[in-house]
């Protein structure tokens, strides 16, 4: 059975810092998703990743796929406080299931 | 936003009570989904539609069913609510298997 596991859960981090955040899957899987959520609001679609390798950059954010690490990798470039928010990753499972991380609430300081 | 509606939002109820959330998009999407969402497991699939009356279980399905009679509609019931049901639900629709889905706003429920 497909677990995925979020690191670090909790992040707290000054603004204009860098910093990664991990997303490890424990069985194969072609597609992997990052989301965003804010506190007491739905799920916001960052990043769709498909295929191992591939890299997607939004503004101070980037997301990579490596299929045979089974990793994902979601970079922060020097945060800003909007971008204080929960960070989940899911992975395709059994065609329609998709399996989401613990994920990991991000608090940017100034 | 994607058009995606969810009802109640808000709703408390007694153990033992039979319960309906009502998930409802505008864009004509094929595949639709319920979710719970609980501290520390992120969010976990209930049921989801890949069609009307086509449905499956999803990774927690015991206790819940569901209906889809139009394109439009995902229904989640709850037969007999328990205090271990309570949480944040969302649904959430795709225009296909393997497509990057789009969640509603949620329903918080209660269950007393």
């Known amino acids: 059975e497909l677990k995925v596991e979020q690191n670090p859960l909790f992040l707290s981090m000054q603004e204009g810092k860098n910093y990664t955040i991990y997303c490890n899957y424990s069985t194969t899987s072609d597609r992997l998703y990052w989301y965003r959520q804010d506190p007491g609001k739905s799920l916001e679609s960052l990043f769709v990743l498909l295929s191992n390798g591939a890299v997607k950059q939004e503004g101070r954010l980037m997301a990579s796929l490596d299929t045979k690490a089974r990793l994902s990798t979601l970079h922060i470039t020097a945060a800003v406080h909007d971008l204080s928010a929960t960070y989940f990753c899911a992975v395709d499972y059994n065609n329609n299931d998709m399996r989401f991380g613990a994920g990991t609430r991000l608090t940017v300081k100034p | 936003d994607a058009g995606i509606t969810q009802s109640p939002r808000h709703k408390v109820t007694e153990t033992g009570t039979p319960v309906t959330l009502r998930c409802h998009q505008t864009?004509?999407?094929?595949?639709m989904y319920w979710y719970r969402q609980d501290p520390g497991h992120g969010l976990r699939l209930i049921h989801y539609s890949y069609g009307v009356k086509d449905t499956d279980k999803g990774e927690v399905s015991d206790g819940y069913s569901v209906s889809r009679s139009k394109t439009e509609d995902f229904l989640l019931t709850l037969e007999s609510a328990t205090s271990s049901q309570t949480s944040v639900y969302f649904c959430?629709?795709?225009?296909?298997?393997?497509?990057?889905?789009?969640f509603g706003p949620g329903t918080r429920l209660t269950v007393t």
């Open positions: 864009e004509n999407h094929r595949y």
């Open positions: 959430a629709i795709s225009e296909g298997q393997h497509y990057e889905q789009y």
